[in-house]
């Protein structure tokens, strides 16, 4: 069965840019969570989805977005980049079943802002 | 503030001997427990995980031990193999946020043939 897949896996764009971000789940994972990580605050909550609707959101800013299709795959979206957005971007997804609530990480996409 | 800690930066075992990695979590609420490994440049690897109602889980080298009165969980790997050296997250979540997952900041285990 193929993993988690993201795409693109580097990205470089410049301060107040906007950029968007894919992720497609493991086949018939319904569950998608996104993760900033930084050298600093470490692996953080973004958002999760589930059956296209966000289901929990976790502390940043409203420039940071996302949305699910009806296949699972999802996007999140950075408005106003900022240096500090400058991270690895990680998607997870989940099966969902009773206590099977493991997440299976992508590679991630390393986003560097200038 | 953390709700999951890692107190160990970096921990450095013999090949052969057992490594433990200990987390500790202040939040009561938490339910379900997991561990993750990294290597540079990958996203994190699920290894095994652990629920509230348990205080054992074991998965082949790796055994994972809950003390929920100690808010205290502890992952051992044995023997411990060079393959072995990554970064190591202890994660927790709520029922009912199981997609949320909260992260410690990681241990770095470094295993030495």
């Known amino acids: 069965k193929a993993g988690v897949t993201q795409t693109p896996r580097y990205l470089i764009k410049t301060r107040g840019q906007q950029v968007t971000l894919s992720c497609s789940p493991i086949?018939?994972?319904?569950?998608v969570s996104w993760y900033q990580q930084t050298p600093g605050q470490g692996l953080q909550f973004l958002f999760e989805?589930?059956?296209?609707?966000?289901?929990n959101k976790g502390n940043f800013p409203g420039r940071f977005s996302g949305r699910q299709f009806s296949n699972s795959r999802s996007e999140m979206n950075v408005s106003t980049l900022e240096l500090g957005d400058s991270a690895l971007y990680l998607c997870?997804?989940?099966?969902?079943?009773?206590?099977?609530?493991?997440?299976?990480f992508g590679p991630g996409t390393r986003l560097t802002v200038t | 503030d953390q709700q999951v800690k890692q107190n160990s930066p970096s921990l450095s075992v013999q090949e052969g001997r057992i490594s433990i990695l200990n987390c500790d979590y202040t939040?009561?609420?938490?339910?379900?427990f997991l561990w993750y490994k990294k290597y540079p440049a990958e996203g994190p690897t699920f290894l095994i995980s652990?629920?509230?109602?348990?205080d054992k889980n074991e998965d082949g080298r790796f055994t994972v031990f809950l003390n929920k009165s100690a808010k205290h969980l502890s992952l051992h790997i044995v023997p411990s193999q060079p393959g072995d050296s990554a970064v190591y997250f202890c994660?927790?979540?709520?029922?009912?946020?199981?997609?949320?997952?909260?992260f410690g900041k990681g241990t770095k285990l470094s295993v030495k043939p």
């Open positions: 997870a997804s989940s099966l969902v079943v009773a206590a099977d609530y493991e997440q299976y």
């Open positions: 086949s018939g994972h319904r569950s």
């Open positions: 989805y589930f059956s296209e609707t966000q289901r």
């Open positions: 939040n009561s609420m938490f339910d379900y």
């Open positions: 652990i629920s509230s109602i348990k």
């Open positions: 994660a927790a979540s709520v029922s009912g946020s199981q997609g949320n997952l909260i």
